[in-house]
């Protein structure tokens, strides 16, 4: 039994050495072009626009939006590194190293997933380096803050896995970010309280699960939130759970990789 | 004697209702070189995709040194090393990180890894590419390279699919004495090749299949025993306008230096050469027309569509 756990352990650091080989290798596509992107909202949405906006629930608007822009970057990070790279290794073929070998489908999965959370966490953290430019930033709650920024990175990389599975053409990995999570994304309340916005559309916002990720972080930085963090937490819990189970089940139905 | 391999009524039916597999049986003992034929589309590529967990059979059972696959995959998995057809490795990886990657999806610590990394890589040739990237290699080394990704964790028995296409013939002969060597240590081999001389000069029993079935599975010996008929070419010294009249050998007149003839085993060659010399035709040399094996293979391949069709 140790046997197999230490052939798991050597096999989990394998995955996930690889994968962080992979986005360090291609860092002009994996960490700088976020950096780049932020440093520019940073500049226009918070220097230029946020200086005639005011305040924000009770920070200047650059405070306000910066835990969301950080939120931003880890969302889609998290997610593009695992689907490309899970996609890539199909589309290589290479998934076949994998399958060959006795690796369970649970260490491939926690392998790629921590891949993911890995890159969400080094691009949120050059994120929030350059945000020191531009903005005092005390974390008002640690614990809560890394929990929140773990479970969103872990949500998103496990979509990530299952979009790569079904995807069978590079057009396939690129839909959800553009058509789903762009748009969630920006009204997941990064640059605006969602109090500003009549009741109807507050409560249709509610249904959008990142509005609650990026407001659960907000409160973990400057201790202010559009929503409950008790169901924020819950709801990232379900779905890591949920999402997990299906992706594993894929894997080991060996979707779009077995014949 | 160990069964290295035991396959009992496999088959494989794909999701488009194609039948690949048609209920073969197979055994492969412990320290054989054994080849696996057929023609394109006969089963071969599945067969080895269901031993490396690639293909999910559709029934029958498959047991590897004793692992079942339905119940000790993981056993099996263990036991088995596969070279495929076709090249499925990580193109902007590293040839060293490959096989180290490799060796620790096996379990298998850093520090061992890198050792056999070297010591493989050594072996076959790659030693001084092993920073390159993947991409950069030649076909030839691409292939070594799978078969050094395929002995990272040292298997028991090892599936080559075809390991010398598109390999040049100083490199097949390199590769076949790596293998030879490798079969002698104990490893138990299974080769799929289209180079029929290949199979010959290596292997030691042969199965081969044909529309998903086995149409013979015999040692090499046996099998070349049944050849009644071979064909030779002579390349004759004075230029012939006609094919010469030789008695119980059918002949035909390639071009004006080369005589094709048509030997039967009982025959013999010496009443042939007795009639050329009593006619006054010199020959330089003789050659096979085709490998043995080859006209072997056809005809049972033939033997085989015709019993399909009736």
Sequence with gaps: MSEHLSAARVALYTIVQKEVRRFMRIWPQTLLPPAITMALYFVIFGNLIGSRIGEMGGFDYMQYIVPGLIMMSVITNAYSNVVSSFFSTKFQRSVEELMVAPVSAHVILLGYVAGGVLRGLMVGFIVTLLSLFFTDLSVHHLGLTVLVVLLTATVFALGGFINAVYARSFDDISIIPTFVLTPLTYLGGVFYSINLLPEFWQQVSMVNPILHMVNAFRYGILGVSDISIGVALAMMIVAVAVLYGVAWRLLVNGTGMRQ | MTQALRIRQLQKTYGNGFSALKGIDLEVQEGDFFALLGPNGAGKSTTIGILSSLVTKTSGQVEV??????????????????????????????????????????????????????????????????????????????????????????????????????????????????????????????????????????????????????????????????????????????????????????????????????????????????????????????????????????????????????
């Design chain 2, 65 to 310: 040194f004793g692992h079942d696959l339905d119940t000790d995959l993981i056993g099996v998995k263990r036991c088995l090393g596969v070279v495929p057809q076709e090249f499925n490795f990580n193109q902007f990886e590293k040839t060293f990180d490959i096989l180290v990657t490799q060796a620790g999806y096996y379990g298998i610590a850093r520090k061992l890894a890198a050792e056999r990394a070297e010591k493989y890589l050594k072996q076959l040739g790659l030693w001084d590419k092993r920073d390159v990237a993947t991409r950069m290699l030649s076909g030839g080394m691409k292939r070594r390279l799978m078969i050094a990704r395929a002995l990272i964790h040292e298997p028991r028995l090892l599936i080559l699919d075809e390991p010398t296409a598109g390999v040049d013939i100083e490199l097949r002969r390199s590769m076949w004495s790596f293998l030879s060597e490798l079969n002698a240590q104990g490893v138990t081999i299974i080769l799929t090749t289209h180079y029929l001389e290949e199979a010959e000069q290596l292997c030691r029993n042969i199965a081969i299949i044909d529309h998903g079935k086995i149409a013979e599975h015999t040692s090499m010996r046996e099998l070349l025993k049944t050849l009644h008929l071979e064909t030779f070419v002579l390349d004759l010294k004075e230029p012939q306008t006609v094919a010469p009249d030789l008695q119980g050998y059918p002949v035909k007149l390639l071009d004006s230096h080369n005589l094709e003839v048509q030997v039967e085993k009982a025959q013999g060659m010496t009443a042939l050469f007795a009639q050329l010399q009593a006619q006054g035709i010199e020959v330089l040399s003789l050659r096979n027309k085709t490998n043995r094996l080859e006209e072997l293979f056809v005809s049972l391949v033939e033997k085989n569509l015709e019993e399909t069709s009736a």
